[in-house]
């Protein structure tokens, strides 16, 4: 029996769709086929519920990454309604990859949770929001991720024994996260990782990983430190206007993480006897007999 559980990589396409359900289709198809991800997944919001009226008047921090004359347009512009989110699940459907979404407000739980996903994400920002969490725990069965960047370790564990007094604490998926983007190696703290599973790995169902760094080796060590889920934002294009694409892997980077995390799993075990068939082989030929 393996002791690493097998990777399962995320495919986070969060709003890097820029507002159009023809590139969300192309990039749902692209990772599945292509990147050979486990799963996509997708951002929902309620911008009136979310942002406060100074916030959604307000002008874009970054006029550049806009697609409205406010920030609340340019959120606007590029949120899904339900009935498109039933859409792409429904498209997911039929290429054989799982759909799911962040959801980043009470409101947007519910909306998603009607979809039934195989699980719904709550993004660092929002786990602390117990109106929303208490919800899904009461009525949505499926796993409930939760990342914990810019968390202390007290509201982790005021998170994790919230789940545990819900009974819900198997249907838990904790993540190592650093929230920034893109993250300099030196601030996406590794090994936290082994942290959350000296802590809650008996407790939760999953401990996982979602990066916002440069390149995929990162996600390697992530991996084989026991990290078993990967999530990754992921784009067609780098250079696309928006805030995420940056930080994103374009679809030969997901290609090559789902690739090396296959390989680093078939790779991560114990020599079933002390010369293994490959290397009888070489040791009748090479090994010194004169011994």
């Not at 292509?34 to 009226?53: H, I, M, P, S």
């Not at 994103?248 to 991560?268: C, F, H, I, N, T």
Request: net charge negative; charged share 25%; with cysteine.
């Amino acid at each position: 029996m393996k002791e690493f559980k097998k990777p399962y990589v995320i495919a986070e396409i969060g709003c890097n769709h820029k507002g159009e359900m023809e590139i969300a289709k192309e990039l749902i198809k692209i990772a599945k086929i292509f990147g050979n991800a486990d799963a996509v997944k997708f951002q929902k919001r309620n911008n009136k519920e979310l942002l406060t009226e100074e916030q959604y008047h307000a002008p874009h921090p970054n006029a550049s990454n806009s697609y409205g004359n406010t920030y609340g347009e340019h959120r606007e512009y590029l949120e899904f309604d339900l009935a498109q989110h039933q859409e792409l699940k429904e498209y997911c459907s039929e290429i054989g990859i799982t759909y799911s979404t962040s959801v980043w407000d009470t409101t947007s739980a519910k909306e998603i949770a009607s979809l039934n996903p195989e699980f719904i994400k709550i993004p660092s920002a929002c786990n602390n929001n117990f109106e929303m969490l208490g919800w899904l725990c009461d009525n949505y069965s499926g796993e409930i991720h939760i990342s914990t960047g810019m968390t202390t370790k007290n509201e982790t564990d005021i998170l994790v024994e919230y789940f545990t007094a819900k009974g819900r604490n198997k249907d838990l998926v904790l993540y190592n996260c650093t929230s920034g983007y893109p993250v300099p190696f030196e601030d996406v703290c590794l090994l936290d990782i082994n942290l959350l599973k000296q802590k809650y790995g008996d407790l939760v169902k999953h401990i996982g990983f979602s990066g916002h760094h440069l390149g995929i080796a990162v996600d390697i060590a992530a991996y084989t430190l026991g990290a078993n889920i990967i999530e990754r934002h992921y784009t067609i294009d780098r250079t696309w206007k928006g805030t995420d694409h940056a930080a994103s892997l374009e679809p030969m980077g997901l290609r090559k993480l789902s690739r090396d995390l296959e390989a680093v799993y078939q790779a991560l075990t114990y020599k079933s006897s002390d010369i293994l068939p490959i290397e009888q082989v070489q040791r009748d030929k090479l090994k010194n007999q004169k011994v």
